[in-house]
C-alpha cells in the first residue's frame, strides 16, 4: 500500500529545515522534498564572495546557534556547512534530487507528483523560496543586445569581466556587494532606480531586525510606526563594501532607456559600449509546482494566507516567501517563528479531519 504522510515539506533548504525542526518535535510523519543534490538549497548558488550581513548568533535556526564564524559575518560556505550539520544533526527527512512537477488534491489527499514517483499526504508545506525565479525588467531591445546579460543568480566571480565595461543593475545588498568586487577588475556604474542608503558602519542585520520587528508589533498593535528607522532594503556596509566605499566605487546613476547592439542608451540620449550587464533585481515566488490546485494569485503572484495558511486550500502552507507569509520569514532568524506557528496550526488541522 502507499505510504501517505501527515505532511510533506517541499524545498530543502533554511525555511523547510526550521519546519523540520517542529515537525519533529510534533512527532509527526513527515519528508522533505528537495530538487537539490546536497543540503544547502540556493546558497550553493549563490556567488563565491556572498556573506551574511548579521554575525552567526543573530543568523541561526530554531533550536541550534550557527556556529561562530572565521570571520565578522558568516560566509556562504560557512552557511551551506551550517545547514548541513542542521540537517544531520536533527535527522530531518529528505529525499535528494526529488523535482516536484505538481501538486494537487484528489479525493481528500494531497497527491505530490515527480517524474520518478508519486507521493500522498494529507498536508502540504510549500517552502521553494524564490531563486529559481530570477527577474530582469523588460527593457527595450533587450535582444538585440550583443553583451552578456546574467542575473546574479548566475553570478560567481568577479574574474570573467577583468578588463571589460560592466553595469551593475539593482539597489539592494546583492548589488553593492557584486559592485563591490566587480569594480576591482573591471570598469563598472552602478545602476539604481533611485540614490541609495548607506547605512552607518557599526549598524548591520541585527540591528535592522529588530527595529523591523519594533515596526512589525507597532503595525500589529495599531500604534504609530517610527518612519525614520533603519530599513532591510538600505545598504549593509560590509567589509567590501566599505572598501568600495574607500576607492570611491559606490556611485550611482539611474536606469538607461534601451539596448542597442553594442551597448545602452542612457536618458539624455547618449550611448554607449557596454560588455556585460549584471542584473541584481530580484525574484519572483517560486510556485509552478501549485498550478494544479488552480489558486487565485494577485499582481505580485501571490495566493491568499493568514499567517503561512492558504486560505484558499485547506492543508496548504506556505513557508518562508517574506513578510508575505511571516514576518522575516525569508531570512534565517526570522523563519523560526512562521515555522513554529505553521506546525502547530498542521497539528490541529490533522485532529480535525
Known amino acids: 500500500m502507499q505510504k501517505i504522510y501527515d505532511t510533506i515539506v517541499i524545498g530543502g533548504g533554511q525555511s523547510a529545515l526550521a519546519c523540520g525542526y517542529y515537525l519533529n518535535r510534533a512527532n509527526l510523519n513527515y519528508l522533505l522534498l528537495d530538487d537539490q543534490q546536497a543540503p544547502g538549497a540556493s546558497w550553493r548558488h549563490y556567488w563565491d564572495s556572498l556573506t551574511l550581513f548579521s554575525p552567526a548568533a543573530f543568523s541561526s535556526l530554531p533550536g541550534w546557534l550557527m556556529p561562530e564564524s572565521k570571520d565578522e559575518y558568516p560566509s556562504r560556505d560557512e552557511v551551506i556547512d551550517y545547514l548541513t ?3 544531520n544533526r536533527y535527522k530531518v ?10 501538486v494537487c488534491f484528489e479525493d481528500g ?16 508545506i510549500s517552502a521553494t523560496g524564490s531563486f529559481r525565479k530570477p527577474f530582469i525588467p523588460d527593457i527595450p ?61 557599526d549598524v548591520d542585520g541585527r540591528v535592522l531586525f529588530d527595529q523591523a520587528s519594533a515596526r512589525y508589533y507597532a503595525m500589529q498593535h495599531g500604534r504609530e510606526v517610527n518612519s525614520s ?39 539624455n540620449g547618449k550611448q554607449e559600449k557596454i560588455d556585460a550587464v549584471i542584473w541584481c533585481t530580484g525574484y519572483r515566488y517560486a510556485l509552478d509546482h501549485l ?9 505580485k503572484g501571490r495566493v491568499a494566507v493568514e499567517g503561512s495558511r492558504s486560505t484558499q486550500q485547506p492543508g496548504l502552507w506556505l513557508v518562508g516567501y517574506g513578510n508575505w507569509t511571516g514576518f522575516a520569514s525569508a531570512t534565517l532568524i526570522g523563519v523560526g517563528r512562521s515555522a513554529r506557528q505553521t506546525v502547530a496550526e498542521i497539528q490541529k488541522h490533522l485532529e480535525q479531519v
Open 291 to 299: 498550478a494544479c490546485l488552480q489558486l487565485e494569485r494577485d499582481e
Open 85 to 87: 550539520q542542521y540537517e
Open 229 to 267: 528607522q533603519f530599513h532591510v532594503g538600505n545598504i549593509v556596509m560590509v567589509p567590501p563594501v566599505k572598501k568600495a566605499r574607500d576607492r570611491g566605487a559606490l556611485h550611482t546613476v539611474r536606469p538607461f532607456l534601451r539596448f542597442y547592439e553594442q551597448g545602452v542608451v542612457w536618458q
Open 109 to 124: 489527499l494531497y497527491v505530490i507528483k515527480t517524474k520518478e514517483k508519486t507521493y500522498y499526504t494529507r498536508t502540504v
Open 141 to 201: 531591445d533587450a535582444d538585440k543586445f550583443k553583451g552578456k546579460q546574467l542575473h546574479s543568480a548566475a553570478y560567481k566571480k568577479p574574474e570573467p569581466f577583468s578588463g571589460k565595461r560592466v553595469l551593475i543593475v539593482g539597489g539592494g545588498n546583492s548589488g553593492a556587494q557584486i559592485l563591490a568586487e566587480v569594480s576591482e577588475v573591471a570598469d563598472t556604474s552602478w545602476v539604481t532606480l533611485e540614490e541609495v542608503t548607506f547605512l552607518p558602519d
Open 93 to 102: 527527512p529528505v529525499e535528494r534530487p526529488v523535482h516536484v512537477q505538481d
